[in-house]
């Protein structure tokens, strides 16, 4: 049997893949859950041969889904994702997940994808593969590309409005070092202050524009 563990905040979405895995004899699901950051507490306590996440692309996701595969990299992840990162998409595809479906896939799509995991074998959509060619096209013409993973979050705090004392605590780091991150993002992107780094975030689809104005930044 294939335990499999689905992670999902979307509830209609964890009873449609419920559903659509019945149709998989071999996939005996152990639990669905909407808490990401649990998935690697859950894998250190129980077997589990498959995880499919319904998220986007994110820096927290990253980071999950990094310790899972450094935790035991024999375990096969699935991401089936409402929307395609550029800039993230390529990091999640370097950490050796098996499966990146978008979410506009048909059912029987997702359902192939997942059968072709289950063998051994790896699927990226085609829509997602195409972006991620384009974006290689394009890197140099995307700052955000430059910066390190590590770069990446400690920018995506910053611009949620996170002090730097709060960021290193988080991230169980000194000051320093966030500073440290901080004034290298500056020299790569080649600019003096976070008011610059928003500019950037915003235009390069780091963060909804919508997420700033909820916030009361102001642009």
Same mark, same amino acid.
Do not use: W
């Given at each position: 049997?294939i335990?499999?563990?689905? /992670?999902?905040q979307?509830?209609?979405? $964890?009873?449609?893949i419920?559903?659509?895995? @019945?149709?998989?004899?071999?996939?005996?699901?152990?639990?669905? %859950?909407?808490d990401?950051?649990?998935?690697? =507490?859950?894998?250190?306590?129980?077997s589990?041969?498959?995880?499919?996440?319904?998220s *986007?692309?994110t820096?927290?996701?990253? !980071?999950?889904?990094?310790?899972?595969?450094?935790? $035991?990299?024999?375990?096969?992840?699935?991401?089936i $994702?409402?929307? /395609? !990162? #550029?800039? *993230? $998409?390529?990091t *999640?595809?370097?950490?050796g997940?098996? +499966?990146?479906?978008?979410i506009d896939?048909?059912?029987?799509?997702?359902?192939?994808a997942?059968?072709?995991? @289950?063998? +051994?074998q =790896?699927?990226?959509?085609?829509?997602?593969?195409? !972006?991620?060619a384009?974006?290689?096209?394009q890197? !140099?013409?995307n700052?955000? &590309? &430059?910066?390190?993973?590590r770069e990446?979050?400690? %920018?995506?705090?910053?611009?949620r +409005?996170?002090?730097?004392a709060?960021?290193?605590?988080?991230?169980?780091?000194?000051?320093?070092?966030?500073n440290?991150?901080?004034? =290298?993002?500056? #020299?790569?992107?080649k600019?003096?202050g976070d008011?610059? *780094?928003?500019h /950037?975030?915003?235009?390069? +689809?780091?963060i909804e524009?919508e997420?700033?104005l909820?916030?009361?930044?102001h /642009?």
């Amino acid at each position: 049997m294939i335990n499999t563990l689905v /992670i999902s905040q979307v509830e209609i979405f $964890s009873l449609g893949i419920e559903k659509l895995l @019945c149709q998989i004899k071999k996939i005996n699901i152990r639990k669905i %859950m909407n808490d990401e950051c649990e998935a690697f =507490r859950y894998c250190r306590q129980y077997s589990v041969n498959l995880i499919i996440f319904y998220s *986007l692309p994110t820096v927290s996701l990253i !980071d999950v889904i990094k310790r899972i595969k450094r935790f $035991s990299p024999i375990i096969k992840i699935v991401v089936i $994702s409402p929307k /395609i !990162d #550029s800039i *993230l $998409s390529v990091t *999640l595809l370097q950490l050796g997940i098996e +499966g990146f479906i978008v979410i506009d896939s048909s059912a029987a799509n997702v359902l192939q994808a997942i059968r072709q995991v @289950c063998i +051994g074998q =790896r699927y990226i959509s085609p829509e997602i593969a195409m !972006d991620i060619a384009l974006t290689k096209v394009q890197a !140099d013409l995307n700052p955000l &590309h &430059h910066l390190s993973e590590r770069e990446l979050q400690i %920018m995506s705090m910053i611009i949620r +409005g996170k002090k730097i004392a709060q960021i290193a605590q988080e991230l169980n780091i000194s000051t320093k070092t966030v500073n440290s991150y901080r004034y =290298r993002m500056f #020299s790569k992107l080649k600019i003096s202050g976070d008011v610059e *780094l928003t500019h /950037i975030a915003v235009r390069y +689809g780091l963060i909804e524009i919508e997420s700033y104005l909820q916030s009361g930044k102001h /642009i």
